[in-house]
């Protein structure tokens, strides 16, 4: 089966144990991280974010990421995953995913980039940093 993510949606596509699965953070995903989290708000869901990732929130999001798109995967299913890259290969999905999901304008296929909170305008490339995803 072929997979094709639709990013203005939000939606990617990340290979685990050999097989590419879609992935999206909708709104009852995000209100699983958010509820997950303990805070109130995407907005300090982000904040959150802001100071990294740990390997506990990667398999947070990449679960909800994962349910979000209809997969049938629990957080302990996903803890034994793996996917080409190890431990950064799953950070760099947990980013993406950040990415799309908070309107990254490179993410969603379009040249221009998004300014910081500092005005500058970041280079991300097409994996940008969790604390620059989170400050969208």
Do not use: Y
Not at 43 to 67: C, H, T
Not at 114 to 132: C, F, H, K, L, Y
């Amino acid at each position: 089966m072929s997979v094709h993510p639709n990013r203005r949606r939000g939606e990617i596509a990340a290979t685990f144990d050999g097989e590419t699965r879609l992935m999206c953070l909708t709104l009852g995903a995000l209100a699983e991280l958010e509820s997950a989290f303990g805070v109130a708000n995407l907005s300090q869901l982000a904040e959150r974010f802001e100071a990294g990732l740990s390997s506990g929130d990667i398999i947070r999001i990449v679960g909800a990421g994962l349910r979000g798109a209809g997969n049938r995967v629990s957080n302990e299913d996903v803890a034994v995953m793996s996917t080409e890259g190890g431990a950064a290969g799953f950070a760099r999905i947990a980013t993406e995913l950040l990415w799309v999901s908070f309107g990254g304008a490179e993410a969603a296929g379009h040249p221009k980039q998004i300014s910081d909170r500092e005005g500058a305008v970041p280079d991300t490339g097409p994996n940008p940093p969790a604390s620059q995803v989170a400050a969208r």
